[in-house]
């Protein structure tokens, strides 16, 4: 009877061990062909079976790109029973060949057993038939869905930090009515704008901007985003993108005052955190040294990468001594070689920007 029994143990058991979802795609490519950009988004169906003999669940469905978004069976499959995955693909602004691929995890025993085994990965591809240019972009204006646009929406300046430095924007009413309302939301204090009253039916204008760096009173760079509201029903809202580099004025500085001025000196020009493991957030630290006569003041700290971030024990490094950086590496959801480039900004007239290049290698 014990024996019988034992068996009978024994066989569940390895029925249980054997027993497993398995996915079973009907195709892994979907070929759209050739479609038109101006035709809106496709969307390829991918269906599949679960030829094992448990409930089958897809836990992951990942795009190879923003441009495709997908939608699939979110409940569990019964063995025998079908599922599908949805690939959509948007050609605007997207003309030629294209080729996506996405990859897809399920509960199967081998993505339960590790987190890191390779996914299936199925296709999308096609061809996006250039559409014929519209109105706006034969006028110049690519950006922007309405009638009322932008020419340049992203604006690039360079001023000293005692300065107040003009920049002018190009818009444009497409539309057959008057624009009356062209209003900034969000305009800081240190940027100021042209009034506009009206925008007639076909007419381009300028409008004039002011930033005033000693009213933002920061050294560095920046970033600001406006948005603008107008009257058009398509696109009410445009946005207008500054990137603002400002520099320490230095100018006015007495031979005696450079001479006694801060010298920063940085204890290296670049690190290399070596291999590191997933998900781990390990940190190095730098050294950067004051060896003039005054206080050396840290004015911005800035990493090219979000993979590598700095922080500094103190931003006021009196004479003689130093300020330890501390750069870290975050791991999480990334893979392969990283780098980037920190750029360290201090009150030093003759070395106001030092780069620190980072490094890790994040391939095991």
Known sequence: MKKLLLCIVMFLSALALYSQPAIQFENTTFDFGTIKEEGGKVIGRFEFTNTGDQDLLISSVKASCGC?????TKTPVPPGQRGFIDAAYNPHNRPGPFNKNIRVSTNEPKFMEDENAPAYQIYIKGSVEKRAPSKHELAGYKSGNGDVRIKN???NIELLSTETKTF???????SENNIATFEPKNLPNFITMDVVKTINPGQEIEINFKYDALKRGEIGSYKDIITIHTQDPADPNLTLFIDATIKEDFSKLTAKQLQDAPKAHLETPSIDFGKVEKNTNPTLEVKLYNNGKNSLHIRQLKSSSTVFSIASNKNEI???EFATLTITLNSRNRRGPQNA???IITNDPENRLFSLNCKGDLSQ
């Open 168 to 174: 002018a924007i190009q818009v444009m009413n497409f």
């Open 153 to 155: 929406n992203s604006v």
């Open 68 to 72: 495709t978004a997908t939608e699939y």
């Open 318 to 320: 009196k004479k003689g």
């Open 341 to 343: 480039t920190i750029d």
